[in-house]
């Protein structure tokens, strides 16, 4: 068993209302049951840590996602951090994470926070302009986005991410543009762009089947994809993830755990967690598992092995596919050596037919030792990652 650093995600499962776009595991309430969760975070904390998988590493990285981990009191995060760090001592410097919701965070509030050992932040803003926040359900406006930025430097957070959200019914290419020049130009560090994707159950879903959603046509999503990086860089942040641009030095260090394949433990309703098995070295084994999606099963069952709602094995080809495809999201993609030091296999001997042939039609460059996706594979990139399913 490894005995390096592990990162970890507890999920915030409440929000004030449901956006009607959103299918993530998350619940309108309007009490947050804060203390019967944060006990059963500190169970599957405290069971986590007699996990031979986990017991005895440090935490690398913290993030608290939701939902809304901003609804949560600055006792209660400090709470769940004190019992993470008592059975896995946190890193000195390590990046602890807050997802926040604009027009819930107040200076108290954000001060209380970073007293916890909150030390980066990351606004669910989407939006700048208060008409599509309106048609996103979002129950914040634009002006408080901004205030929420300034308001966590004032608490002492200066490295703050902000997500905008494109592709969203009615949207210009210059409704896009403003919004990301509006994001750029305020003291962040990071920005996430994503797509606005209709997912069956949502309540965007049923309105486009009935024909009352106006959706940019694919052309037009596909131009805001390319532009967003030109935008980005004018303002000085580095595309370094298919979605994701940093100032530099400021890569959320977390999510680069995912896509680079390293171990992570998610606690709270919902969460995923994947942990890697070597053998003399190399990666033989990844195992994955998930928890249970409701809050109120979730705070019966923790401490216990019936919170577990599914689990898997990887291993094999799908273990090399899992990092080649995570590696591929990242900007600087992957390198033989990374490929070869992680499996003892030479990453041309598995994919060097597949990457001839992507490299041959324009979706994949080659730099020195390194693979990556070029712009027009950016583009596609899951067609182009199914290309390496072997
Ligand atoms: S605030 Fe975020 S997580 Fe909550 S419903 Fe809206 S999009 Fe979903």
Redesign the pocket.
Same mark, same amino acid.
């Given at each position: 068993m490894t005995n390096a650093p592990f990162s970890l995600y507890a999920h915030i499962p409440f929000?004030a209302?449901?956006?009607p776009?959103?299918d993530?595991n998350?619940y309108?309430t309007a009490r947050v049951p804060e203390a019967e969760y944060v006990e059963a975070l500190k169970k599957e904390l405290q069971r986590s840590a007699a996990d031979e998988r986990f017991r005895g590493r440090r935490l690398g990285t913290i993030f608290f996602g $939701? $939902?809304?981990p901003s609804l949560l009191s600055g006792a209660a995060i400090d709470s769940i951090i004190r019992a993470a760090d008592d059975l896995f001592p946190i890193m000195s410097g390590a990046e602890i994470t807050l997802e926040a919701?604009p027009g819930d965070v107040s200076r108290e509030k954000l001060a209380e926070f970073a007293s916890t050992g909150i030390n980066r932040i990351s606004f669910?803003v989407q939006s700048f302009d208060d008409a599509r926040l309106k048609l996103l359900?979002?129950d914040h406006t634009a002006e408080q986005a901004k205030e929420a930025v300034a308001l966590a430097h004032e608490a002492g957070i200066s490295n703050v991410s902000v997500d905008i959200i494109f592709g969203t019914p009615g949207q210009l290419l210059s409704d896009l543009e403003r919004d990301i020049d509006t994001a750029a130009s305020l003291p962040i560090t990071h920005l996430s762009t994503y797509s606005l994707t209709i997912e069956p159950g949502t309540p965007f879903f049923q309105r486009q089947e009935r024909g009352l959603l106006s959706m940019p046509a694919d052309g037009l999503v596909a131009d805001m994809l390319e532009r967003i990086p030109e935008l980005a860089s004018r303002h000085g942040f580095a595309r370094y993830e298919i979605s994701n641009y940093a100032r530099a030095g400021k890569e959320s260090e977390h999510n680069n755990v995912y896509w680079i394949g390293g171990d992570y433990l998610g606690v709270g309703a919902g969460a995923h967690s994947y942990v890697g098995s070597a053998r003399d070295g190399f990666f033989e084994t990844g195992d994955r598992w998930s928890t249970v999606a409701l809050p109120q099963t979730y705070i019966r069952d923790a401490g216990t092995s019936r919170v577990i709602s599914w689990s898997e094995r990887v291993e094999g080809k799908s273990l090399w596919f899992e990092f080649f495809y995570l590696g591929l999201r990242r900007i600087a993609g992957v390198t033989a050596s990374n490929f070869q030091k992680r499996f003892g296999l030479s990453m041309w001997d598995t994919y060097g037919d597949v990457i001839r042939e992507l490299k041959g039609e324009g979706f994949i460059r080659e730099e020195g030792e390194s693979v990556s996706l070029t712009p027009k594979g950016i583009a596609v990139a899951d067609s182009v990652f199914e290309r390496f399913v072997l």
């Open positions: 929000c209302h449901k956006c776009y959103c993530f998350t309108a $939701g $939902g809304t919701n669910g359900g979002r």
